[in-house]
């Protein structure tokens, strides 16, 4: 499932940097392109935007993106062969 950022996003950077797809746009709040969000499959263990994030519960799950980890996978090696 790839990651949305709500509106409470505090327009930081902080996931920017982290974002191992280029996924994250800037914008307020910033924008996650759900097709090139892995949640870090694939490069990290766990969704490097959510941890950098000093915002409780800003960057979530997107409902309209749900995709099993092995889907992820196949993405994240798409992006990056």
Request: glycine fraction near 2%; charge should be negative.
């Amino acid at each position: 499932m790839a990651l949305m950022i709500k509106d409470n996003c505090e327009v930081c950077d902080a996931c920017i940097l982290e974002c191992p797809n280029d996924a994250i746009e800037e914008g307020d709040p910033y924008v996650i392109d759900a097709l090139r969000c892995t949640e870090c499959v694939g490069e990290h263990d766990e969704p490097q935007c959510q941890l950098v994030c000093p915002v409780d519960d800003c960057i979530v799950a997107n409902p309209d993106f749900v995709e099993s980890k092995e889907e992820l996978q196949m993405k994240y090696e798409m992006l990056h062969d």
